[in-house]
Every structure is written in structure tokens, then in C-alpha cells.
């Protein structure tokens, strides 16, 4: 039975779905048969970043609506035989997501893959909230801002709300990437240090993505960074994160509640 992960956060331009092309091809380069889908229905980039816009002819609405069967809507990645996308649609708008559909298109991928990796949309509208409904695990993006970390400490506050496993009275097991990371600009005061993030959030420290131009260079290529720079830093710092979901120990650094967790409050929707 397949685990689905959720990446998500509040904010644009974090890194959401560099982040799911990343942890996806580094999964399914370690043996696993990965499933993602690109829940930003009216925008699909998943497909760019994966170098598969070519070869989209049926899409996530597409299926929902049975205007196609899943396995005709799946496109197998050409790089890993135990990848596959299931695009976004680009004409529809997110009011096509419906609960019914996204959880049969869910329960249709469970018995078929090891993981389903669900690339949410930013913000906490339909798209983002049906993207994390069935999460057993989800992974939160930020970068070292203010701005961002608030946003994502109100997605936390939607995964322990707005999730079948909520309802249940189980916990999303959640996890913080943190991306775009520059030590000489956080010792400069210019960005939080990681320290300040963990202590505001308060969630396990999955792994630190640094600022690097090779993501970009790779997502430009078509290529999530783990395949299109196998050397880079940020690819070293994937596969870490891929260890860690597959159940190596995760060390959460552990401080004192500090100034900046002041200016915080989480709250459930």
C-alpha cells in the first residue's frame, strides 16, 4: 500500500515543485515506484520540471471527471521506469477538483505504487487543501523568511485540521525542508538562521536545500535537479531527505523558544 506524501506550504515560489520532482526521481532511483501528481490545476509546471509537456494528452481533470482512465492519463518518466506524472490540467480551474474524485484517483494509485507524491498549489484554497486531504506524510516548504515561515505555520495548522487522518484523530507525520538556505547570509542577519525556523515551527527537520543555481539550470534543462546534477549540493542534500522518508533517524535540532516564535500563532482552519 503506497504512502502519500504532500509537499505544500503556504507561500509561491518556495520550491514547492522543484522539491516534488526532486524527492520523486530520488525515490524511484532507490528502487520505489513513484506516482506524482501536480495538484495546481489552471497552472501544471510539474510536467516542465520533469521535461513531459510534450507528452500530456489526459490530465488530473481529465480523469476526475472520466473523461479518461488513470493509466491514460500517467506518463512514465523516460529517465526511471518507476516514475510517473499525472499532470495538472492547464483549461480547467480548481473548482473541477472535487473530494470524490481526487479520492478515487488516490485509491487508485495506492495499490499500484510505494508512493504518491501530491505537488500542492500555494495558498490554503481547494487545490491546496484537496492536495493534503489523504497525506500520511507531508513535507512543508520554506525558505528562511518571515513571510514564508508564517504561511507554512498555518499549513501545519491545516494538516492537523483538514486531513482524513485529522478526522481520525492521527497526526499527519509532517516534516520541514528548508530551502534556499544561505549560511553567510543568515550569520549576516539578512535571513533566520535554521535554528529560529525549527523553533517556530516546531517540526522535524527533514533536510536544508542551499541556494544554488543548479536547481534552476536543471528545472531550465527539464531535469529535477537529482538527475540533471547527480554532484551538486542541493541533489546530496534530496537524497538525505529521501533516506530519512524511507525511515532513517531524523535529529531535530532543539532550542529554546525565542523571540520570533512571539510573532507566531498558529491556528486551525
Known sequence: MAKVLVVTSGKGGV????STAALGAALAQSGQKVAMI??????RNLDLIMGAERRVVFDLINVIKGDAKLEQALIRDKRIE????????QTRDKDNLTDKGVERVINGLREKFDWIICDSPAG?????????RHADVAVVVTNPEVSSIRDSDRIIGLLDSKTEK?????????????TRYDP????????????DVLDILSIPLLAIIPESTEVLRSSNLGAPVTL???NSAPTRAYLEAVRKLQGETIVE???????FSKLFSRRAA
Do not use: C
Open 15 to 18: 520550491g514547492k515543485t522543484t
Open 82 to 89: 518507476t516514475l510517473y506524472l499525472l499532470p495538472a490540467s
Open 124 to 132: 490554503i484554497e481547494r487545490g491546496a487543501t484537496l492536495a493534503m
Open 228 to 230: 540533471g546534477s547527480p
Open 38 to 43: 501536480d495538484f495546481d490545476v489552471g497552472l
Open 253 to 259: 535540532v532543539q532550542k529554546q523558544r525565542g523571540l
Open 184 to 195: 553567510a547570509r543568515a550569520q549576516r542577519g539578512e535571513i533566520l538562521k535554521v535554528e
Open 166 to 178: 485529522a478526522e481520525k484523530g492521527e497526526q499527519v507525520e509532517k516534516h520541514l525542508l528548508l
